[in-house]
């Protein structure tokens, strides 16, 4: 997938890394980027093409794909943490982030899959798609499902040559991480792996040094990961 001459749309552009994907595919000559946000007022990157479109809502997803027409990459983005644990959670926050991560990716591939034969699909995806976190466990469980969502359209697409890339990243410096105190990785620097990985048709595009080390893990005793996070109960158990 060359970048230089494609049409892009991507979800959730109206801030953190949705505004940067929208604006270094711009700068690496994509042909035409729609923007797209639950609320397109605050999209704010020129040259884009804004619509609006909520993953949430399948309506507005196909109210967008009759528009894009010419699309032939997807960068699925949009995201949600909702700081839910699962067992005691409030399941509405728990359904709203299976809503975005896993419906509302699936809602939109399945809109765009038809025109994105020898194209491509981006979807951003968390390094927490790989192990889980006190607090964030219905983000976690939501990221995971859409990885192997992302794997699954992978092996359904090869035959009309849709390239499809996963990428996973840790905590970002974003408005969605702003209660998050430890360290954040630059936005702008994880996108700029993302698309370099997308143009070497890569399957997966681990953006980080914390993404590494999670992966690293996955052979390995899961005890040992969460040990290591100081959860030494879990561990035990």
């Known amino acids: 997938m060359q970048i230089s001459g494609a049409v892009a749309l991507v979800t959730g552009a109206n801030r953190g890394l949705g505004r ?23 999209v704010d990157v020129p040259g884009a093409e ?5 993953v ?15 699309v032939n990459l997807l960068v699925t983005n949009a995201g949600v943490d909702t700081n839910t644990n699962l067992v005691t959670g409030d399941l509405a926050e728990i359904r709203r982030e299976m809503d975005t991560h896993f419906w509302g990716t699936l809602h939109t591939i399945r809109a765009f899959a038809p025109r994105l034969a020898g194209g491509a699909i981006l979807t951003m995806l968390s390094a927490m798609s790989w192990f889980n976190y006190p607090g964030h466990e219905a983000y976690g469980a939501a990221k995971a499902a859409a990885w192997n969502l992302t794997n699954g359209v992978r092996l359904e697409l090869a035959a009309q040559r849709t390239q499809v890339t996963a990428v996973h990243a840790g905590a970002v410096d974003t408005d969605m991480s702003a209660g998050y105190d430890g360290p954040k990785g630059d936005p702008a620097a994880v996108v700029r792996a993302a698309l370099d990985g997308l143009e070497e048709n ?18 390995g005793e899961p005890g040992d990961l969460y040990a290591r996070f100081g959860l030494g109960s879990v561990a035990a158990n």
């Open 56 to 70: 949430t809502d399948p309506d507005s997803i196909a109210a967008a794909a009759a528009v894009a027409t010419d």
């Open 202 to 219: 890569r399957f997966e595009v681990v953006a980080d040094e914390w993404s590494g080390f999670i992966k690293s893990t996955l052979a």
């Open 20 to 42: 940067h994907f929208t604006r270094q595919l711009l700068d690496r000559g994509a042909a035409k980027v729609y923007a797209t946000a639950r609320r397109p007022e605050l």
């Open 50 to 54: 804004v619509l609006r479109l909520d």
